[in-house]
């Protein structure tokens, strides 16, 4: 009986709890749907509104005027302040040669660069090739007379002094991050137009056309930027106003502009302008390998991925390229960990380094690619800062001539001045000295170096008296002519 009550109680809890259980779940499940569907839906509904809203607004920024301005391009899209200041920079030449002043004998023009408020100015060397007498007029009409400083055939570069404080001029661009496809503008003298602006995008980079007639450094940047006669030594400038290059030639059928122009990059400009200040003359890097293109039969043979580099077709015994272990046949891939895809792309990469600077070569050796450090030597094969100097003052008198190096004067127990060339029927031929003859004094004056020299020639004005030595011949020979 009692066993009986106590289970009639024991199943009537268990079905309150079990009752109790099921309300709690079912109650549980519609507060859940109630939710998902008053609260989530409702937040659904407005993310996707708000979603909706963000496209709109994102769609009306990136298809308005003023986005594509600020972000198509980060340079500005015009030139204006840029063809001010150029415009004040750029000056023209002319150049005359004779004895019958500016009205007179041959002549040349052309544009140049200021690039310092005191007055230095780049141009073209063969704008003054040949010039006796250089008449410089600013953009604001005033006249000076220039002297040359220096001059480097092999870029075809000018440097010229006038006397005169705070001037405009312009400040050096990085040419090597200029893009194809780029805006680029020409400032200069085409047909005496003074102070004329063009404009244009850069077309090529590294092109090599034989101006220079394969005794030069020819790594020019293309550009559509009409040039024509007077332009050479102007200036090529970016959107910032900043110099990227030097305007040197055009390919023309008709003597005019045909689409074609060419500049000299700033990069290489900048240092073939310090040398000439700093130095007197370039000091320029050599690795000491002879190279050529590599074009699709050579990069089959040597089962490369792709065409690229530049193949070493000889290296000269002795020189940085055969320290540093490079071969013939081998394939130079970079320069400093910038590739170098043509001769003319290596040459300007090379160029823009002196003797005694380390550079970073990859190249490709049997297949495999290594990394190498090559130290640069001068023509002399030494780390020595040597130049040949051609300083008109000394071509006037039919020779060039270079500072002995370090190994010479421990050699030779002695300074003095190397004669490197003498040019036939000049002045300095009729002497009979030849070349190679060392320099040792100048009216009695001992010599130790170029600078010296062109400094007591402009100073004489009569007789210059010259003593000095051959190397591999006994006593000394002196030399006289009249200046």
Same mark, same amino acid.
């Given at each position: ?72 391009? $980060?340079?500005? !899209?015009?030139? *204006?302040?840029? %063809? @001010?200041?150029?415009?004040?920079? #750029?000056?023209?030449? &002319? =150049? ?98 003074? $102070?004329?602006? !063009?404009?244009? *995008?850069?077309? %090529? @980079?590294?092109?090599?056309?034989? #101006?220079?007639?394969? &005794? =030069? ?267």
């Amino acid at each position: 009986m009692l066993v009986s009550i106590a289970r009639c109680i024991f199943d009537s809890s268990m079905k309150r709890f079990l009752t109790y259980i099921l309300v709690c779940i079912i109650v549980s499940f519609s507060s859940i749907a109630a939710y998902d569907f008053l609260v989530i839906k409702h937040l659904r509904s407005q993310e996707k509104t708000n979603h909706q809203k963000l496209v709109s607004e994102e769609n009306d920024i990136y298809f308005s005027d003023r986005w594509n301005q600020a972000f198509t391009s $980060s340079s500005p !899209t015009d030139f *204006i302040s840029a %063809a @001010k200041r150029s415009r004040e920079a #750029v000056v023209s030449i &002319q =150049g005359r040669s004779g004895n019958q002043g500016f009205r007179s004998g041959s002549k040349s023009s052309g544009s140049g660069i200021i690039i310092s408020p005191d007055g230095y100015i780049v141009t073209n060397n063969h704008v003054i090739k040949d010039a006796d007498r250089i008449n410089i007029l600013l953009d604001d009409n005033r006249e000076f007379k220039a002297e040359i400083v220096g001059t480097d055939p092999t870029t075809d570069i000018a440097l010229l002094k006038i006397d005169s404080e705070q001037l405009p001029f312009l400040l050096f661009g990085n040419s090597d991050s200029l893009q194809i496809g780029e805006w680029v503008m020409a400032v200069g003298n085409p047909f005496r137009l003074k $102070s004329t602006v !063009t404009a244009g *995008i850069v077309s %090529a @980079k590294a092109r090599s056309i034989n #101006v220079l007639q394969r &005794q =030069g450094i020819e790594s020019f940047i293309q550009t559509d930027a009409a040039v024509n006669p007077g332009n050479s030594g102007g200036a090529m400038v970016n959107t910032n106003g900043e110099l990227v290059g030097i305007i040197t030639a055009i390919i023309s059928y008709s003597g005019k502009y045909e689409g074609f122009s060419f500049a000299i990059p700033a990069n290489l400009a900048k240092k073939v302008i310090y040398d000439i200040r700093e130095y007197g003359a370039v000091q320029r890097g050599w690795l000491g390998v002879t190279i050529s293109k590599v074009d699709d039969k050579i990069s089959k043979m040597l089962k490369m991925k792709r065409v690229r580099g530049v193949y070493v077709d000889l290296v000269t015994k002795e020189s940085a390229a055969y320290d540093a272990g490079l071969k013939t046949g081998d394939i130079i891939l970079e320069v400093n960990r910038k590739e170098t895809n043509t001769v003319s792309e290596f040459m300007e990469q090379v160029s823009q380094y002196r003797p005694g600077d380390i550079i970073d070569l990859k190249y490709m050796h049997n297949g495999l690619t290594k990394e190498v450090k090559a130290t640069l030597r001068n023509q002399l094969n030494t780390v020595d800062f040597i130049a040949v100097r051609k300083d008109k003052i000394l071509s006037d008198l039919g020779f060039e001539l270079r500072n002995l190096d370090s190994k010479e004067q421990q050699r030779l127990n002695t300074d003095g001045v190397y004669v490197v060339s003498i040019y036939k029927g000049s002045k300095i031929s009729r002497t009979n000295m030849d070349a190679g003859y060392i320099i040792t004094t100048f009216n009695n004056e001992e010599i130790g170096s170029v600078d010296q020299f062109i400094e007591l020639l402009k100073e004489e004005n009569d007789e210059v008296y010259l003593d000095g030595f051959y190397e591999n011949y006994p006593g000394t020979y002196p030399y006289t002519f009249n200046k």
